[in-house]
């Protein structure tokens, strides 16, 4: 007798054979569930983590450092500080009128950029996930961050209403 469990399509009650994971009329979303669960492993595999951390994110001294900054209790505090005093709003969809809830707290000028002002206040703004990877976009381009980049000698921009025009009119 084969192997059989329940779809898992919610409220369908049909039985399939191993190792299907939908029923007839439900087939169209085993490869979308198959593709989730295998970007799932990938995210929990230690070989792919390590290699990540290792080769991507701490790939010389200095991203080391970058990212050690993040684990220590000096950015926590600023961190919640800064969590606080945005009230947990995205402060680049507060300039467009848009209220937007998030926990990310982002450098305005990216500390990859200028080390000196890691831990300054002033250079710290809550973000939400769509602002972030818009302005991490922006960054690569005007300031040259990001992997195998090279950083170009301009003045930073701290007013996040021009940053936010200039993301805006770069994604556009």
Not at 135 to 163: A, H, V
Request: charged share 30%.
């Amino acid at each position: 007798m084969p192997r059989v469990r329940r779809c898992r399509q919610p409220g369908c009650h049909a039985m399939v054979n191993f190792p299907d994971h939908y029923c007839k009329v439900h087939y169209e979303h085993e490869a979308e569930y198959l593709a989730s669960r295998e970007r799932w492993a990938r995210s929990h595999d230690k070989h792919y983590t390590h290699k990540y951390n290792t080769v991507t994110r701490n790939r010389d001294d200095t991203k080391r450092k970058q990212y050690n900054f993040y684990r220590t209790r000096q950015w926590s505090h600023l961190r919640q500080q800064v969590l606080e005093r945005d009230h947990y709003l995205c402060a680049y969809c507060r300039v467009q009128g848009i209220i937007t809830v998030a926990k990310t707290v982002d450098h305005i000028v990216p500390i990859e950029y200028d080390q000196a002002i890691k831990a300054d206040v002033d250079n710290l703004a809550v973000i939400c996930g769509k602002c972030h990877r818009l302005k991490t976009d922006w960054e690569q381009l005007t300031y040259g961050t990001g992997r195998d980049r090279e950083l170009k000698s301009i003045k930073p921009i701290i007013d996040i209403k021009i940053i936010n025009t200039l993301m805006k009119k770069e994604h556009d």
